[in-house]
């Protein structure tokens, strides 16, 4: 049985990588953080499954923060593979949050491989690295080939650990990939990034709980795609002989304001009726056009995405309107509160 460490496992790549893996018959360690349980309804489909908890899932609580702690876990659970999603990843918040954003996006990568090393380990690696690295883009669109030029702590930070493990690669011979993801969304994103902040107030708005939605730029483009769909191919870059980095991208660009658009049409409703510009959600230095060129990733990895920008928004606003009780016969209260009483059955587990 295949054995994977994955960082992260609680976050919403982490928790569709957790059921991809398990799927395919893996024994699957996952590294959570005390702090977050909020964020462990993510997994808790797994958590309950009794043929999945301390048979084939293993719970860890750690920090990319603590090296020893790091070498201790990898050293016990000797992965064939290891998947590291872990980071502060909101591109806001690291404005305001930049030294424990480098400390946990960059650092943290850097401790990770070194407790690879030091476990005279030689597991694959992945390492989950951003479109945000593009920043002010030089040509468009970007490709493996594109030069970094980030516009934000997080994007900085990741850069840092691109090319650590570019570094690890070339000096020790490691296995390590990097996925140079884009944008990619789906029911479980975190509510603070700007598609579920936006999906979670058209329901709210539907549900007659929220009268305005305050956002920034409208105007920012993104390449936006299905999350499931992008953890397909971080798992299938480390089935290759060969490491590599890859684009994992559309290759379509959509801005804020269409995804608005699209969201409140989805629940009936005029988006202009109810969306204002508050300056306070502008960036310092922003990024206003990204779209990925995936073409070596369906070259080598046979990888291509499946679902439309329009499903895509449609999935997420049906979602929030359905964890809500909008949809016809459901039961939000019933719901959240059996989700309530099981977060603390996974920290519970915890080795």
Known sequence: MPRAFITGITGQDGSYLADLLLSKGYEVHGLIRRESPSRAERIQHLCDDPATLNKRLFLHCGDLGDALGLLRLIDMIRPDEVYNLAAQSHVGLSFDAPDQTCATVGMGVL??????MKADLRPRFYQASSS???GKVPEVPQTEKTPFHPRSPYGVAKVFGYWMTVNYRESYGLHASNGILFNHESPRRGETFVTRKITVAVARIKAGLQDKLFLGNLDACRDWGFAPEYVEAMYLMLQQDEPGDYVIATGETHSVREFVELAFDRAGLDWQKYVEIDPKFYRPAEV?????????????LGWEPRTSFRELVHMMVDADLDALGVLPGRSSLAKAAKRFNRVGKIFSTCR
């Open 288 to 300: 206003d056009l990204l779209i990925g060129n995936a073409e070596k990733a369906r070259r080598i």
């Open 132 to 134: 945000e690295m593009f």
């Open 111 to 116: 401790r990770l491989l070194e407790a690879i």
